[in-house]
């Protein structure tokens, strides 16, 4: 069992950055996974980017490359998502998510979710 917790979400204009993190919890010694999504209403929940246990290895959306940021330390059981030059059509909930193996982007592959965090951002 792992456990989940967002945080680092809030209001920001157009332009302006925001650093989410996701702390783990349980069985954390386990080789998961992370990733971030995010869904607004009414909509499907999106892939937003992904990072391996190492951290070796980092995958984007094409909508937020150049722009995010995705990072962990082991240590700390923490995950990162820095968010910069962020746009209106970022205005999300955003997800952390673990899963044990590789990173995928279909958010049925993943075994674990924190509760979410609201990013707004204003233009």
């Known amino acids: 069992q792992v456990q989940l917790v967002e945080s680092g979400g809030g209001l920001v204009q157009a332009g302006d950055s925001l650093r989410l993190s996701c702390a783990a919890s349980?069985?954390?010694?386990?080789?998961?996974?992370m990733g971030w999504f995010r869904q607004t209403p009414g909509k499907e929940r999106d892939f937003v980017a992904g990072?391996?246990?190492?951290?070796?290895?980092?995958y984007f959306a094409d909508s937020v490359k150049g722009r995010f940021t995705i990072s962990r330390d082991n240590a700390k059981n923490t995950v990162y998502l820095q968010m910069n030059s962020l746009k209106p059509e970022d205005t999300a909930v955003y997800y952390c998510?673990?899963?044990?193996?590789?990173?995928?982007?279909?958010?049925?592959?993943?075994?674990?979710w924190g509760q979410g965090t609201q990013a707004t951002v204003s233009s």
């Open positions: 349980g069985r954390t010694f386990e080789t998961y996974s």
């Open positions: 998510a673990a899963r044990l193996g590789t990173v995928y982007s279909m958010p049925s592959m993943y075994d674990y």
């Open positions: 990072i391996t246990w190492s951290g070796k290895s980092t």
